[in-house]
């Protein structure tokens, strides 16, 4: 069974900080990891999107590395800004048997950026 | 404007009560879910379809049941049966099932009276 889990559950930086956020999976057999971004009530927005056979993928000052032998992605933020406060959640997707796919969903680190 | 609206936003259900949640995606998407979020936790999957007319059960399907009778449309139902409904659930799609990246709508709370 494929377990996820993210460390710190919560994070507090000053704002400009880089900041790094962990994300760990039991099974290394995965097809791709994602990023995912969740303001507080509302539904999740895909930030970044890794291939099994990609290393890191970017976009703007978001950074997202990917280490499937050793089960773990890391999410890098540069020059962090109060607009980045909400909860970051990975998600790591693998075959399930029968032609089907399972998304598997960790709990998700709680970002502050501190003005 | 394309995306994923869910209804409502908030939902108060009564003891015995059978609720409905709306999904609605214009994006052409085959491939729709559902997923119920418990606060600290991750998302668990409870339905899940490929196509119109077909679902298949996820991790948590016990209590709840769906249709997909339209492309655009994916309802989750919330039945008596389910003995802990209360929590945020969030509807996505994506152009097949597991294809590279899922939309998620606004979500919807429920709450049990």
């Known amino acids: 069974k494929q377990e996820v889990t993210q460390i710190p559950a919560a994070l507090s930086v000053p704002e400009g900080e880089n900041l790094v956020l962990n994300c760990s999976f039991t099974d290394s057999a995965i097809y791709n990891l994602q990023w995912f971004r969740q303001d507080p009530g509302k539904g999740l927005t895909s930030l970044l999107l890794i291939q099994s056979s990609q290393r890191e993928q970017t976009s703007g000052r978001l950074n997202a590395s990917l280490d499937k032998s050793s089960g773990r992605s890391t999410l890098y933020i540069a020059a962090s800004q109060p607009g980045d406060s909400a909860t970051y959640l990975c998600?790591?997707?693998?075959?399930?048997?029968?032609?089907?796919?399972?998304?598997?969903f960790g709990k998700g680190t709680k970002l502050s950026v501190i003005p | 404007d394309g995306g994923i609206t869910q209804s409502p936003k908030y939902l108060f259900r009564k003891e015995g009560q059978n609720v409905t949640l709306s999904c609605e995606q214009n994006l052409n998407h085959d491939a729709m879910y559902w997923y119920r979020q418990d606060p600290g936790q991750g998302l668990r999957l409870i339905y899940y379809?490929?196509?119109?007319?077909?679902?298949q059960k996820g991790d948590i399907a016990e209590g709840y049941s769906v249709s997909r009778e339209k492309k655009e449309s994916f309802p989750l139902t919330v039945t008596s049966a389910q003995k802990n409904p209360t929590a945020f659930y969030l509807c996505?799609?994506?152009?097949?099932?597991?294809?590279?990246?899922?939309?998620f709508g606004p979500g919807t709370r429920l709450l049990v009276l």
């Open positions: 998600a790591v997707k693998r075959a399930s048997g029968a032609g089907s796919y399972q998304l598997t």
């Open positions: 996505a799609s994506s152009t097949a099932l597991y294809q590279e990246t899922q939309y």
């Open positions: 379809s490929q196509i119109v007319n077909d679902f």
